[in-house]
């Protein structure tokens, strides 16, 4: 979006999660004449490629497993598989979300669902305490900077879980 209008990215403040820059930023920054040379075509690509470069690099932290964790996930392990378990469900008031989601649909492009803003709000909260965005690898948890989410959707096909990637960096 940067580049269509001619903005160099790294001008662009970001109001987004831990500053990142959203389209409503660049949106409402004004471009500099100097700026706009400096976003040239030619050499938005290479910025790309490095900065999905920086992105993948990034991907995840591996912290290594002591003995009493690996015990104890196997203790957790063998208690899901053989022993009953229950679930609790809960009743939520949703009428100030879905009288916020009225509020941003007048002034949106696109319509915002509930289920978008229930996707969007799991996205933070996993950034917000990472140990919930993480892998068991058996002597490792590996930790991941971005959140990619799965949705349940009900297609001709059957059920389809297509997942959507980097939800966290995503507006709603």
């Keep these: 979006m940067a ?44 910025k790309a490629a490095a900065a999905m470069a920086d992105l993948s690099s990034a991907a995840y932290e591996d912290f290594e497993n002591s ?6 996930a196997e203790r957790l392990t063998y208690s899901k598989q053989n022993i ?35 996707i969007k709000a799991a996205s933070l909260a996993a950034v917000n305490v990472p140990a919930t965005n993480s892998s068991w690898m058996n002597d490792f948890v590996r930790q991941f900077q971005n959140v990619n989410m799965s949705v349940a959707v009900q297609t001709d096909h059957g059920l389809m879980a297509p997942v959507i990637k980097n939800t966290n960096l995503k507006g709603l």
């Design 3 to 46: 580049t269509e209008k001619g903005i160099a990215i790294d001008q662009v403040s970001g109001t987004g999660p831990n500053n990142r820059i959203i389209a409503a930023d660049v949106e409402e920054h004004k471009a500099k004449p100097a700026q706009v040379a400096a976003a040239s075509p030619a050499a938005a690509p290479k």
């Design 67 to 72: 003995q009493i964790r690996k015990v104890i």
């Design 84 to 118: 009953p378990h229950y679930y609790v469900t809960v009743q939520v008031q949703m009428d100030n979300l879905i009288a916020l989601r009225g509020k941003l649909n007048k002034h949106s492009t696109s319509k915002i669902s509930i289920n978008d803003m229930v």
